[in-house]
């Protein structure tokens, strides 16, 4: 082989593991219009469950930590109050998506409308690397 042959397979191998390295990397990063239905759905889930006050529908996505600190009685003090003074939830306005620490715990955000407050804010945050729920949040927007 001469000098040109060899710099060039030398050059199309680097090409080929540079590639093959971008690609096994972007096959790892998580595909965040599918997280964001997720959380979408499990917000509207927890929401609705809210309503007609379902505790293990609202809780069904939370992680074992989150259910322990959370447990059905913690649910009945949160919530009675929230109904009182914020109402029935009514439709998720819209969704901000937060990145968490390195971007991994994204912290997704929802301005929703209640009976008697038109902007609460309810969020929620994903353990990572799962679909479970780590930790949860409903309050006014002000």
Do not use: C
């Not at 690609?23 to 959380?39: K, M, V, Y």
Request: charged share 25%; net charge negative.
């Amino acid at each position: 082989m001469n000098r040109k042959t060899v710099y060039g397979s030398v050059g199309v191998a680097a090409a080929l593991v540079a590639l093959m390295a971008y690609g096994s990397t972007r096959q790892d990063a998580p595909d965040n219009s599918n997280r964001s239905a997720e959380a979408t759905a499990a917000a509207t889930s927890m929401l609705g469950a809210y309503n007609t006050d379902d505790y293990a529908t609202f809780s069904a996505s939370f992680t074992e930590a989150l259910l322990a600190d959370f447990d059905q009685a913690a649910f009945e003090e949160w919530r009675d109050p929230l109904i009182t003074s914020i109402g029935q939830y009514g439709e998720i306005i819209d969704v901000t998506v937060k990145d968490g620490a390195g971007g991994v715990d994204n912290r997704y955000v929802f301005h929703a409308s209640f009976d008697n407050d038109e902007s609460v804010q309810f969020a929620i945050v994903f353990k990572p690397g799962t679909d479970r729920i780590s930790r949860v949040e409903l309050k006014p927007d002000k």
